[in-house]
């Protein structure tokens, strides 16, 4: 019997997020009525019955238990091997379709630009602002100080100091950037074997930026595309333990300069981009009040 090829596959790792997961598969059965589809979960070992929810209300998704919780890219890969679409939708478990527009239209976009490897599309955050990592450039020295002390939130029109977040584009226009955010990453499948998939040394963080960083190298085009909006509700696994993520946060930005950077860059410019990513973590650290839990947590990482 031959195989049916789907139009698109929704991958989805999730740990411990049981509510939030719920409504976004509600959400995906609503607004995909125009395409054929699958979805994948790929549950990191929850503890609150993420796995159980998925079997009870939603028999048709494909689902994946790990036995421990293996990180994001490795979850994201799991799901991406066994996927059947002719495009790949990597879904955060904590966002909400809003868009009134079909989502045949991003598809659509992708087949008549055949350079074109990533889409991502607008992000909201639930008080309605914009998420800002879902258009961007790629990390360097000077954006990034500029987004640290300040001046690109003063000055988020200025070209150069806005140039992170590319704050000074509009927002509602389909642009090519440098890179867009996991939560909502639309890729081709030709893609990953080009370039392979993401890497799995970033635990969770990262792990977007470098593979956006790939496929440029490699000749494709990466699309910020409006017409599609969701809402990133961030309630997931990341507050329930912030420092802790905060630290995998600044590890994977020493990650992604050690894998892209340290040959080509001279040793001063390393002792200011470690010194500046270390400065960085203690401030936002102190900001955010650690636990007793996240404080343990980041001794033992740091003793490894």
Known sequence: MKKTILDLS?????????????????????????ITFEIIIVDDASKDGSADMVKKYFPKVRLITNAN???????????????????????????????????????????????????????????????????????????????????????????????????????????????????????????????????????????????????????WKIVYFPKIKIKHLHGGTTNKFRLRYIWHFHYSMFQYYNKHFLKKNRFPLHIMVYAGITLRLVLVSLVNLPSLNSIIYIKNRINI
């Open 10 to 34: 929704i991958v989805i790792s999730t740990f411990n997020t049981k509510g939030l997961l719920k409504k976004t598969l509600l959400s995906i059965y609503k607004t995909f009525k125009d």
């Open 69 to 219: 919780n293996l990180g994001y890219s490795k979850s994201y890969n799991l799901g991406t091997k066994i996927s059947d679409g002719k495009y790949i939708l990597h879904l955060n478990s904590d966002v909400q379709f809003i868009s009134k527009s079909s989502f045949n239209k991003i598809i659509s976009f992708m087949k008549s630009n055949p350079d074109v490897g990533i889409t991502g599309c607008k992000i909201l955050k639930s008080n309605g602002g914009l998420d800002l990592p879902c258009k961007r450039s790629f990390p360097t020295p000077t954006n990034i100080f500029f987004q640290t002390i300040g001046l690109a939130k003063m000055f988020p029109k200025n070209k150069y100091f806005g140039n992170y977040y590319l704050t000074y584009l509009d927002d509602n226009k389909t642009t090519e950037v440098d890179c867009i955010m996991g939560a909502f990453m639309l890729i081709k499948r030709d893609l990953f074997k080009e370039i392979g998939y993401l890497d799995e040394i970033f635990f969770i963080y990262g792990e977007d930026i470098d593979f956006c960083y790939r496929a440029k190298n490699a000749g």
